[in-house]
Structure formats: C-alpha cells, structure tokens
C-alpha cells in the first residue's frame, strides 16, 4: 500500500467543499437570527450593552488583563488620541493544574500575582507611592487607580459592564466552584487581597476587544464589522442593529444602555455553531477527539478550526495510520511489511502518542516548509516529537494532512465570517454602480489593506490569535472560500478587509474600560 495513497484518503476526509461552506454558511445565518430572538440558541448571541465602536481619538492610561486559554497577559496602553498607542506588556503561560484548579480562588490569585508583578516592574512609583500612602494612612487619590479592562475570553453573561456570571468553561478549563460567579468580583477581590491600586472596570470578551482595537487603529472612517479570534479557541463578535436584538429590546430586566447608536455589539459565542452537527464536517478523528475532551458534544465548531484542536486532530489521524501495519509511516524499510511487531521510528516517550501530543505550530511548520526533501518538518519530527530518520515520503504524507486539516479549519473560518457579512446586510449598503466601478479598478489591486476599494465599500474585519497570524496561508484559504459564497462572490470578496488587529485585546480592553470609567464619573 503506497504510503502517499493512504495520506491522501486521509487529507481527502477533510475535504470541505463549495456546497458544504453554502449549506453551513445558510445554518450559521439561521442560528445568528434564532440566538438574537431567545436565550439557549445554540450561538449564544449575548448582547454586550457596548453600543458604538471608537474613532481613534481616544486618550489615557489604563491597564488591561487577558485571560486567553494558553496565556495570561497584563499591559498597560497609553492611547495617544490619534489612532496610535504605547503598550507595554508581559505574559506567561497558564500552568496546566490551575485550568482545573478546585477552587477559582488558586487561579483567580494567580492572576493577581501576575497584576502585581507587572506594577513592580512597569509602574514602580505608582506602585510604591500607593503602598507608603497605605501605610502612612494618607487619603487614597481616585485618579491614582488604574482603570482595568479585564479580557475573559469565555462564555459570560454579562450583567453589567463589569459584571458577568460564567456560564461555562471551554478550550480545557474545568473550574466547577467558578460556573454561575461574576469573574470580575472573583478578581477584584484577589486584586484587593495584594492591595493593589487597580479597579476592574470593564469585562470584556476578547472578540469585542479585537472588534474595538481594530475600529480604533484602522485606517479610513469605516467603522470596523466584525472582531474576530482564532487562537485556543475561535470566537467573533460584530455590530448588530439593535432592533434585531429582539431578546434584549423586549426583556424588561435587561440592564441600561444607549440607545441613540441604534446599534450593539453582540458576542456570537460562534466556538458552538452547529452543536448538532446539522452542517459541520464530522470525520473518525473529529469523533473521537470530541468523546475524549472534557466537554463532548458542544464547542463542536471550535473543536474543527481553533488552535487547541488542530494539532490533536493531526495526531489522532496519524495514529489511525499507524495502527494499520501495512501502512509504511514512520518504519524502517528493512523490517517485514506485513509485521505486526516490524519497528517503528517513534520513541516510546514520543508526544505523538499522548492526548494534546501535537501542537498545533507545527501545521503551521508543515504548511511552510519549502527547504528541499522537507528539511524543516523532519527536523521538527525528529526534535520535538521522537521521530527518528523520517524520509522524506513520510514527511509528506504528514503534511498532505496537516494541510487538509489546515484547509478546512480556514473554510469553516469563512463560513462564520460569510455569514456575519450576508446577515448583518453590508454587501448592500453601498450603491451598485460605485460598486461595480470599484470592481473594475480593482481586479490588480492587491487584497485585505493595501485594497483600492474606495472607503465606503470597505468591510472591515478585524482578526486576532495564533493561529490567523501564523499559519501561513490562512486568508488565503479563508478568501477563496469567500468567493465562493454565491452572496458574497468575488466583487464580495474584495470589499472585505481582514486586518490583523495586534495587541488587540490589550488595547480594546483599555478603550473599554475608557467608556466604563466615563460611564462611571456620569452616575457620581
Ligand atoms: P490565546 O488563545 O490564549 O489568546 P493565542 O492566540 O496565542 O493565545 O493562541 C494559542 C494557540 O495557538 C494554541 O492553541 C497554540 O497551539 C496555537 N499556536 C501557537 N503558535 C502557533 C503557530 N505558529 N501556528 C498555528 N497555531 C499556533
Ligand atoms: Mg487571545
């Protein structure tokens, strides 16, 4: 059995055709209209009472936290005013035994730890200034507290501007005493314990992070559309007309906002579109990676396109290859085909064979591997993950998968981003003919920023994590699956902008928690 063959039967179940991206493009829109009606839709559609996007002429200091999925990040933003910032920020990595800590309190305190190491080393005389006016019992001064937007980039229901209750946990956290709590309370309080001169001030998902940054650093007038996140997980959240909220605008328990923008933004929670498999994809390895994760049978769309799971479906998928002796993947040539027990080139302690074994890096090694016999994959084998003497054939065959697997997370990517463009009515604000003209002087034009689509008929989209801004390829497979779209089609597709919007959730956090304070001095 040729070895290349079998890897591409396997990169074959992973094809996500023309008609597929219509079909689930047609449910997605489905789920978006059914979510802004009723609560317990499978896209969870949570209104998040911030009803305009920024100009770029923003100004201030503030803090911004951001409780991703691998990393945490504490910054802080200066914004200039003039649609540039200053940050400065550091990370580390979540330790895996705090995602599912007992208690919240383990990780919550973490984090506030990280708070305070930040201060120290950034903002040394604020820090120790606020310390010595403690201890001299001097009066605190209000404009000494720093402002903080705190990213919590998982399911919330938002009660309030900094307020929201956890609905549940995804991408690998398992903190039972933490569900149905109000996240920013639960940090406030570690924050306090270090008496440290920060208030939470605004809670803010990540995707309207991105949404806001992206609206305050790009270029033209156009607001931006859409803010959205492949990373750990997968997430957008986009400008919606307030009258469609229609679960918001009739409940009478809903908080207060402004309704003069005519317009909120909405968090989709897009990470479960199609719980029930209505349209997604659904090949052996995407059946057992879901059974064996700690939340089977939701977050189904994430679990097909966000960097927590890409690598795994790899792995999963070279192991079904494996298993089967004939197969000729990572075997000495010498040894009998047909022998169960003819060796292999993996080490027995290889990643390979554990859960999460894969990073999902390293599609994106495979995908730009262009050295000659595939020198860099094989040396990543070989490193990182216990493979000895790989030919290059078995390089090959792996990364024919990996960019199946690839291909396809982009094309579901552009099923969500399709349908967010078609539903929300944008290919229709500009006049045809001013449309048509652009088309013809734009067929050269390079795409994404540097288009010639005059302002008025750009749709911004702002993108943020690892996994838009590293695998290579990734808009490019997102775009062609864009055009493919009957409703969007290729004049669509030009008239979509999709800009990476860096530090996103650090700077949209800060902008956030901007308005909150105003919000704030308003009620005093
Ligand atoms: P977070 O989601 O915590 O904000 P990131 O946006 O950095 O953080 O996303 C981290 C995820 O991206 C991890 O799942 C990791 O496997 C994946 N990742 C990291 N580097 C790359 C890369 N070069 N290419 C593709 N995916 C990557
Ligand atoms: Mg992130």
Not at 9 to 25: I, T
Not at 188 to 217: C, F, K
Not at 414 to 439: D, F, H, P, Q
Request: charged fraction near 25%; charge should be negative; hydrophobic fraction near 40%.
């Amino acid at each position: 059995m040729a070895l290349a063959e079998q890897a591409k039967r396997v990169a074959d179940e992973f094809e996500f055709g023309k008609e597929d991206v219509r079909k689930a493009v047609k449910e997605f829109i489905r789920e978006m209209d059914e979510g802004l009606q009723k609560d317990g839709a499978e896209l969870s559609q949570i209104p998040t009472y911030v009803t305009a996007v920024p100009n770029g002429t923003e100004k201030g200091l503030y803090m911004a936290v951001d409780l991703g999925g691998t990393n945490f990040r504490v910054c802080s933003i200066q914004l200039h005013g003039n649609t540039t910032f200053s940050l400065t920020q550091s990370k580390v990595a979540i330790p895996r035994e705090l995602m599912v800590a007992k208690t919240s309190k383990e990780l919550f305190s973490f984090l506030a730890k990280q708070i305070e190491v930040f201060l120290k080393t950034h903002h040394e005389d604020h820090y120790f200034s606020h310390i010595r006016r403690r201890k001299t019992g001097d009066q605190i001064k209000e404009e000494e507290i720093f402002n903080l937007g705190f990213t919590f980039s998982f399911p919330v229901q938002q009660i309030g501007i900094n307020k929201g209750l956890l609905m549940r946990w995804t991408k690998g956290f398992d903190i039972q005493d933490a569900v149905g709590k109000d996240v920013c309370a639960l940090l406030q309080a570690e924050i306090n314990e270090l008496h440290l001169p920060v208030r939470v001030a605004a809670l803010v998902n990540d995707t309207v992070g991105t949404l806001m940054a992206r609206s305050y650093t790009s270029p033209g007038k156009t607001g931006t559309l859409l803010g959205a996140i492949f990373g750990t997980g997968t997430n957008g959240a986009y400008v919606e007309k307030l009258d469609k909220v229609t679960k918001l605008t009739s409940n009478k328990d809903a908080g207060d906002y402004d309704k003069s923008t005519g317009e909120m933004i909405v968090n989709t929670e897009w990470g479960s579109f199609d719980n029930s498999l209505r349209t997604l994809p659904n090949t052996p390895y995407d059946v057992e990676l879901d059974a064996k994760s700690v939340n089977p049978g939701i977050q189904m769309f994430e679990k097909r396109v966000s960097g927590m799971f890409l690598g795994e479906i790899l792995r999963l998928a070279l192991v079904s290859l494996l298993k089967d002796p004939k197969i000729p993947l990572f075997r000495d040539e010498n040894s009998a085909q047909n022998d169960v027990h003819s060796t292999t080139q993996i080490h027995e302690d290889s990643p390979l064979w554990k859960q999460w074994g894969i990073d999902t890096s390293f599609l994106s090694i495979c995908a730009g591997d262009q050295s000659p016999g595939y020198r860099m994959t094989r040396q990543t084998l070989d490193k990182d993950y216990g493979i000895t003497a790989v030919s290059a054939e078995d390089a090959e065959a792996v990364r024919v998968i990996a960019a199946a697997i690839g291909r396809r997370a982009a094309r579901l990517s552009a099923v969500a981003i399709a349908a967010i463009v078609i539903e929300t009515g944008r290919l229709n604000s500009s006049s045809t003919s001013a449309a048509t003209t652009e088309k013809k002087e734009s067929v050269e034009a390079p795409r994404g920023e540097g288009s010639s689509v005059a302002d008025k008929d750009v749709i911004d989209v702002g993108v943020d994590g690892s996994l838009v801004e590293f695998y290579p390829g990734f808009e490019d497979h997102v775009r062609q699956a864009l055009m493919e779209i009957e409703e969007i089609g290729e004049a669509g597709e030009k008239r979509i902008r999709i800009g990476i919007a860096k530090d996103g959730s650090g700077v949209g956090a800060a902008l956030i928690a901007l308005v909150a304070g105003r919000v704030g001095e308003d009620s005093e």
